[in-house]
């Protein structure tokens, strides 16, 4: 999501008169989108803003905006911490960064606010989407949630729904840009639809998105287990379109656990749904998020958080210590876990979801895999001359192509290839030696256009974690590049870092 909402920062700015700064060069507006899921994103924020106090000294025509769930959060206080900031907005107002960087360049004061209610659907901004191929797509923002670790329904508000219509709309319009894949985004898709009296309107979107001409590949993140049904295996099953892939959070595998997680399911039924979409997707790649270290986690509690990770065979996971939230109520729960326990049972649970994946993943050498390319997925390819894109199932593949399509540019990102799989490693898969096929796409030659063009938005296309800086159009402006919003592909893996 806050990818998403990233690509709308970066696309008001340039429909305000804003070009994205040169890379390295020193940017005249830096952009920070906050996350403050965990705690280690605060210190990030600030960590990141201390760094630029003295390129800011140097140079006093420079701004600072600061948005997102932590600026949400902290409101006045980034000003308090940094004084050297200029604007500070939230996560409903995020359309009034141009005029609040225009307002504190006016006033020469720093423009704190703060909206307490959504006053744009941030999908109607436009974008300046990071790839030619893949775009996100919001279906509904905030959550009507209480998740007792979970900061999130407090700085984004509760559930609200876009109509259908809007949504396959802005589906079709980016399909007729050139986009192959869109990954539906709500932090709980299965209460989609609820808000407007229609309880299975996200299965019915699926299908819908599946007579949508020229969409490839649909994919939706997150379910929640408790509101999952059989209705949207049944649409994810039946719609070609529909990836085979499914990420559903586990947070904790104890029935405890989850009661205080307030997580109204139990184990049992989240091993149900696993089994029910294995069943009907005999192929689908499942992957998981989970809390290691909640408030009052026995040693039990935790063997049974193992016990599911082994029967449900998650293709990867994203594995979080727990990190209290200021005004969570498990934020104020006794029976904290001692740090050395936590990060114990982490590396246990680490360990052990490699295993699966490894074994997941060796599990498909000798397949054909469709793949989309992509770029900046594979930090060394430019080193080893391979490609990297992923499969259907959301799997990281790595090529080293041999045969007529090894030539640099034949095969370009936004591309779709198949190749046959010739290695699993815990986090990727390998696919080395000759194509199956290679089918370029508009979205290829959009990209293609766009290098040929010199042009920001093919070279950054997919960029993982790519700065994005952005400068006022006709700006002179040379120097070191700053830390900016970075826009790019969230990889899985099994690492505590923040998303
Ligand atoms: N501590 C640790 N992990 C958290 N998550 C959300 N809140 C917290 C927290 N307080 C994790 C959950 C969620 C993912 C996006 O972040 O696993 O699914
Ligand atoms: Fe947070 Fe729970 Fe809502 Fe997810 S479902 S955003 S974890 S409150």
Known sequence: MNVHDSERLAGLLESAGYVPAAQGADADVVVFNTCAVRENADNRLYGNLGHLYPTKKNNPGMQIAVGGCLAQKDRSVIIDRAPWVDVVFGTHNLHRLPVLLERARHNAAAQVEIAEALEVFPSSLPARRASHHSAWVSISVGCDNTCTFCIVPSLRGGERDRRPGDVLAEVEALVADGALEITLLGQNVNSYGRSLGDPGAFARL????????????????????????????????????????????????????????????????????????????????????IIVGFPGETEEDFADTLDVVRAARFAGAFTFKYSPRPGTPAAEMDGAVDPAVVSERYERLASLQDEMSWAENRAQVGRRVEILVSEGEGRKDSETGRLSGRARDGRLVHLLVTGPHAQDGVVRPGDVIEAVVTRGAPHHLTADGPLHSHRRTTAGDAWEAARSRGSEAGSEAGSEAGPEVLSPAGSMSAGSGQPAVSLGMPTLRTGPAAR
Do not use: K
């Open 206 to 289: 699926l299908r819908a998105c599946g007579n949508i001409e020229g969409l490839e590949r649909v994919r939706f993140t997150s379910p929640h287990p408790r509101d999952f049904t059989d209705d949207v295996i049944e649409a994810m099953a039946q719609t070609p379109n529909v990836c085979p892939q499914l990420h559903m959070p586990l947070q904790s595998g104890s029935d405890a656990v989850l009661r205080r997680m307030r997580r109204s399911y139990r184990r049992e039924r989240f091993l149900g749904i696993v089994e029910r979409v294995r069943e009907a997707i005999p192929r689908a790649a499942i992957t998981t998020d």
